[in-house]
């Protein structure tokens, strides 16, 4: 199994910034790909960003210049910075895992950017 624990969500005005971090852990021997995904009520989630153990990344169009993804391997932990937070980056964000075909999930941290 493995659990990833997400951290660092919270309130912030617009312009704003924000970092979120998750650990990976357990059966994370072939752990390759981690990023990041949001889901806003009553929207589908969608892809923010992406990293490999190589340190390709992948970023969703709305987040290009704002968002960085950055991961430490001997941590096996994954970052996202975000900077100039907009009111509609509101969502809940969701740290994933990839262990050979397999997807995980953390549960989840709320992030709010207010007007």
């Known amino acids: 199994q493995v659990q990833l624990v997400e951290s660092g969500g919270g309130l912030v005005q617009a312009g704003g910034q924000l970092t979120l971090s998750c650990a990976a852990s357990?059966?994370?021997?072939?752990?390759?790909?981690m990023g990041w995904f949001r889901q806003a009520p009553g929207n589908q989630r969608e892809l923010v960003a992406t990293?490999?153990?190589?340190?390709?990344?992948n970023y969703a169009d709305f987040v290009k210049g704002r968002f960085t993804i950055s991961s430490d391997n001997a941590k096996n932990t994954v970052y996202l910075q975000m900077n100039s937070l907009k009111p509609e980056d509101t969502a809940v964000y969701y740290c994933?895992?990839?262990?050979?075909?397999?997807?995980?999930w953390g549960q989840g941290t709320q992030v709010t950017v207010s007007s």
């Open positions: 990293i490999t153990r190589g340190g390709n990344t």
């Open positions: 994933t895992a990839k262990v050979l075909k397999y997807d995980y």
């Open positions: 357990g059966s994370i021997f072939r752990l390759t790909d």
